[in-house]
């Protein structure tokens, strides 16, 4: 049984008299464990895919099967469960709040979830949270916050909170496009692990093609339509590449009592 299956998806945005038609009819099946790169030219829909895939909106028309249920047509609230216990999101820009530590910001989803965790002791939402921030190797660094962190460590914080109510489906919009090259390779190398060990389907949403190779299976969106689904036959290996890297820079940020001088903490 595949974990998403969408049949003849539409999407229709409506402005004034104006419409977009964004999805023009995707159809395709995902199997759990599999590791989907979604590429396509910018407006071609891969966005409002992943916002239908990641139960963020519904579909104008079609069908969603997200785990044997349908959820094409599920109330805003039932979306919102859904979504809270199968699918973490990672983004471009990591989202985390500013003046919040690692940990606290790791956590967060366990405050606001529907699920009953919001039932969780203080100590067990801390348990589960240095857990996951141990599974990105973030451990040591849970009582920084993200300015005092550097770009790949604050995705690797969001890819953390992503983990913290252990989704089966990760979705990650353009998550190394505010990084350099070899943080990309380790951000990667952290979601290859993730789907490797954990069998966590991850649908990765990048117009990069080379980042699109650490994936299994490579979609391609353009005008609304798939118009091109491939295995990927020379996949990358993130820990292969990065074993085989000269070692890392020193670490260049500074201590929070220079940088707090250098640059105000933004709001
Ligand atoms: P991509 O992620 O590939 O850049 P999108 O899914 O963001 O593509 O956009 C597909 C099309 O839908 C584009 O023409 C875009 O302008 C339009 N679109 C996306 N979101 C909205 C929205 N909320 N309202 C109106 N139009 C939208």
Do not use: W
Request: glycine fraction near 8%; charge should be neutral; proline fraction near 6%.
């Amino acid at each position: 049984m595949p974990i998403i299956e969408v049949r003849n998806l539409t999407k229709v945005y409506t402005i004034g008299e104006i419409k977009v038609h964004a999805l023009r009819g995707v159809s395709l099946s995902v199997e759990a464990g599999e590791f989907l790169a979604v590429t396509g030219p910018s407006g071609s829909g891969k966005s409002t895919f992943m916002h239908i895939a990641g139960c963020l909106d519904r579909p104008s028309s079609g069908t969603y099967i997200l785990d044997g249920k349908d959820v094409s047509k599920t109330s805003k609230d039932d979306l919102a469960r859904v979504r809270n216990e199968k699918i973490g999101f990672v983004f471009q820009g990591f989202n985390l709040l500013s003046r919040t530590t690692a940990l606290d910001n790791v956590e967060l989803p366990l405050l606001y979830n529907s699920n009953g965790a919001t039932k969780l002791r203080a100590k067990d939402r801390h348990d589960r949270a240095m857990k996951v921030l141990e599974a990105v190797n973030l451990g040591s660094r849970f009582h920084h916050m993200p300015n005092q962190l550097s770009g790949g460590q604050q995705q690797r914080v969001a890819i953390a909170r992503a983990l913290i109510n252990e989704p089966s489906i990760i979705l990650a919009d353009e998550p190394t496009g505010n990084l350099d090259t070899r943080t990309s390779i380790e951000v990667m190398g952290i979601f290859q692990r993730l789907n490797r060990e954990r069998g966590i389907t991850v649908l990765l949403i990048t117009h990069e093609m080379d980042i699109a190779e650490y994936g299994t299976r490579l979609i391609r969106f353009r005008d609304g339509r798939v118009v091109a689904d491939q295995k990927v036959i020379h996949r990358r290996n993130a820990d292969e590449e990065l074993a085989a890297l000269p070692p890392p820079e020193p670490d260049q940020i500074p201590p929070p009592e220079e940088q707090a001088k250098a640059e105000p903490a933004h709001h």
